[in-house]
Structures are given as structure tokens and as C-alpha cells.
């Protein structure tokens, strides 16, 4: 016997279908050539959707240390606890969706899908954030509401877009003016850009106080003396 495909052997009795290969000797069995087949086709299938899996990991790690830091506002000092935490919850929000769009998307059938945290709701978290500490404070009490906020919104949201995805209702953003959308990106756009800045730098944008705190010291020339 020739070439018997190794995930095969376990078989007891043999199997009498055998097709001629072209030299004239007996190829393997038909069965043990199909699973032989469907075992090399699920190989070829995970080595072509392997770069989409290493540009995705690269890419959130990239993004999660940004991101993260930006959840809360820049002002918010003293922070009750590190601001590491923001990076924790951004992986954890993008570890989910992988996991929900691999096992129930419809596109991982045929394509290589990604999971990722929508960075666009960072103006209405950071907003959010922002309520809740004027009217609580900055203590830890403060803090905790602010999480239970974005996680009943976040709730309420994923309920909406699972409700708009059983009535096939996507079609209804045809009805809205291409420039409204594009105004809606753009201006969340020159939040992050803002929101950038202020993590980077440490100091919340104003613009005198910005470019004296945060440019001034770093690309500016002193002052020069009275």
C-alpha cells in the first residue's frame, strides 16, 4: 500500500473504492484522499488568513496604549487609581469582539474577520467621564460610576445595532447626506487629534496654556529674560 495519509490509519476495515492512477498502479482509497484533501485545504486556509491575524494583533497593540490613556480626561487629577486601567479595558473590549465576530460572523466563513474597539466612541466616553466627575468629584466613588455608565451605554448600544441587524435596517443610513457623515468623522477626527495631544503631553489643550506647559519646553525657545 502506498501513500496511506497518516490521519487515516486509524481506519479497521479498507475500503474497496480505488481509482487507477495514471501509471497504471492503485492510487489511495477515495475516502483517505478526501480527508487527505480537507485536512491540506484547512492548512492553505489558515496560513492565508495567518497575516491578517499578525496585522490585527500588531495593530491593537499599537492602539490599546493610545487609546487607553485617553479614556478619561487629562484633567482628572488626582486619578484614583493608574490610568493603565484604560488600556486593560481596551483589550478586553477588543479580545471580545474577536471572539463574538470569529464565532457568529458570517464573514469568517471566507474571509479573515477583526474584532476592534470603535475609537470613535472615545468624545462620548470621554464626555461621559467628564459629567460624572463635575458632579461626583474625582474620588474612586466617581471613577466606578463612570465605568457603570459606559457599561449600561454600552449595553443599550449593542442592543440597538442587534436590533437594527434583525430588521435589516442598515439600508436606513442611505437616507443621511453623505457630507453629514462626513462632518460626524471628521469632527470625532479633531477630537482624537485633540485627546492625543493632552495624553501625550500631560496638560489639557488650551491654547495659551498648551503652548506654554507642553510646546514651550519641548520645541520652543525660552523666554528671553526681562
Known amino acids: 500500500e502506498g501513500g496511506v495519509c497518516p490521519s487515516t490509519k486509524k481506519h479497521k476495515a479498507p475500503i474497496l473504492s480505488v481509482s487507477a492512477a495514471a501509471d497504471g498502479s492503485s492510487a489511495l482509497p477515495t475516502k483517505r484522499r478526501g480527508h487527505c484533501a480537507a485536512a491540506a485545504a484547512r492548512t492553505r486556509s489558515a496560513c492565508a488568513r495567518a497575516p491578517a491575524g499578525i496585522i490585527g494583533v500588531l495593530l491593537n497593540m499599537m492602539l490599546c496604549v493610545p487609546f487607553g490613556l485617553a479614556f478619561f480626561p487629562a484633567s482628572w487629577e488626582p486619578f484614583p487609581v493608574a490610568r493603565t486601567v484604560g488600556v486593560s479595558m481596551f483589550l478586553v473590549s477588543t479580545a471580545t469582539a474577536q471572539l463574538v465576530m470569529a464565532a457568529s460572523s458570517r464573514f469568517a466563513v471566507d474571509s479573515a474577520v477583526m474584532g476592534m474597539m470603535m475609537v470613535e466612541n472615545l468624545p462620548f466616553m470621554i464626555s461621559q467621564a467628564s459629567e460624572v466627575r463635575r458632579r ?57 487629534v485633540k485627546t492625543g495631544l493632552e495624553v501625550s503631553t500631560g496638560a489639557a489643550f488650551d491654547a495659551v496654556a498648551y503652548v506654554e506647559k507642553a510646546l514651550r519646553p519641548h520645541w520652543l525657545p525660552p523666554p528671553p529674560p526681562p
Do not use: S
Open 136 to 192: 461626583m468629584g474625582d474620588g474612586a466613588d466617581a471613577l466606578a460610576t463612570t465605568i457603570a455608565a459606559w457599561a449600561v451605554g454600552t449595553a443599550f448600544v449593542g442592543a440597538a445595532f442587534a436590533a437594527l441587524g434583525r430588521l435589516r435596517a442598515g439600508r436606513v443610513v442611505n437616507f443621511f447626506p453623505n457630507y453629514v457623515l462626513a462632518g460626524c468623522i471628521g469632527g470625532i477626527g479633531v477630537f482624537v
